[in-house]
């Protein structure tokens, strides 16, 4: 990564049911979706996710807007987020179209 990295965190909001299933989904992510994620410029992405169902993700880019983009042209994205929409309260759409990005207030390096 160059030296314009961004850091870009983000909120969505799982299903009280569904908590436990979206874990076990992401302990068996699609190798060929991240093999997409790395590919399109996602790095040291993180999910954490609250016992309410508070998602909270963090990445490392170097243009976001792009990176999803990009990502949104892919085939494997596509399957992904059908899959997973299922998951998320208060979404219309694609998971990936609901993010709501929080701007960065500190960082210590």
């Known amino acids: 990564m160059s030296g314009s990295t961004k850091r870009v965190c983000f909120l969505l909001k799982v299903r009280q049911d569904r908590l436990e299933e979206y874990k076990l ?7 060929d979706m991240l093999s997409a994620l790395r590919d399109t410029g996602w790095h040291n992405y993180s999910l954490f996710l609250r016992e309410d169902g508070l998602l909270v993700g963090y990445l490392e880019t170097d243009d976001f807007e792009a990176a999803q983009e990009a990502m949104a042209r892919t085939d494997v994205n596509a399957r992904w987020q059908a899959e997973m929409a299922p998951f998320f309260e ?6 990936d179209e609901g993010m709501r990005t929080l701007p960065e207030v500190f960082h210590l390096d």
Do not use: C, F, M, Y
């Open 25 to 31: 989904r992401h302990q068996a992510v699609w190798p």
């Open 90 to 95: 208060d979404l219309d759409g694609r998971p």
